[in-house]
């Protein structure tokens, strides 16, 4: 399995600022994706994060709004940019897992708490 | 296009009984299925899943799950609630070999009561 960790854990914000989440994997790992979580709601998909070429966004979901950074194997940022307050949510991270046992599963991070005045 | 439904948005159930959580996909591709808990203010947690072979598979914390593919179902089951199940339970589905994109379910909250 992969251990994830996410900085901050929880931030809030205000309008029309832009935060940059952190998302570290504790070995190396061909496939990052971030996933958003609003309140009271499931998980949808906003882009799956490559490294060495741009992020595959989802439907509903650009790169101007939540650029993605994957600099290496190990590590991706997201940022959301101008915020609102409908971006107020719960941001995860997670991770294809490496090896012989667990390469059909993803693992996720403790989430990011955004809270946008 | 796949999908995930999740029957009963909360669920309720006293300590030492059956737990019954449903989850019904569609999947124009055979399925890899996953069952994944989330505790208060924290992430997701994988409890079991379904890729192939034996039907019936158990994760963590005697929770089990069986695939049914006639049903095109993957309900969850644990024998005996015990007060530290009581959490949201989100049911997914994925795409391409279990590794690619995720499709959730809109999530159960289970309480239990004593």
């Known amino acids: 399995s992969a251990v994830i960790s996410q900085k901050p854990s929880r931030d809030i914000c205000q309008r029309g600022t832009s935060l940059t989440i952190q998302c570290q994997v504790d070995s190396q790992v061909t496939m990052m994706f971030w996933y958003r979580q609003q309140p009271g709601q499931s998980l949808t998909l906003i882009a799956t994060?490559?490294?060495?070429?741009?992020?595959?966004?989802e439907s509903g979901f650009v790169i101007d709004k939540f650029p993605i950074s994957r600099p290496n194997l190990t590590f991706s940022t997201l940022t959301v940019s101008n915020m609102s307050p409908e971006d107020s949510s719960i941001y995860l991270c997670s991770a294809r897992g490496s090896g012989t046992t667990s390469t059909d599963t993803q693992y996720f991070g403790p989430g990011t708490r955004l809270t946008v005045l | 296009a796949q999908s995930v439904t999740q029957l009963g948005s909360h669920v309720s159930v006293s300590e030492g009984a059956l737990v019954l959580l449903r989850c019904n996909y569609s999947?124009?591709?055979?399925?890899?299925l996953f069952w994944y808990v989330q505790y208060p203010n924290q992430g997701l947690q994988l409890l079991l899943k379904?890729?192939?072979?034996?039907?019936l598979v158990k994760g963590i914390n005697g929770f089990e799950a069986e695939f049914k593919k006639s049903e095109t179902s993957f309900h969850l089951t644990k024998p005996s609630a015990h007060m530290s199940d009581a959490a949201e339970y989100f049911c997914?589905?994925?795409?391409?070999?279990?590794?690619?994109?995720?499709?959730f379910g809109t999530g159960t909250q289970l309480k239990v009561e004593l």
């Open positions: 997914a589905v994925s795409d391409q070999g279990g590794g690619n994109k995720l499709t």
């Open positions: 379904y890729t192939t072979g034996a039907t």
């Open positions: 994060a490559n490294q060495g070429s741009e992020a595959t966004y």
């Open positions: 999947s124009s591709v055979p399925p890899y």
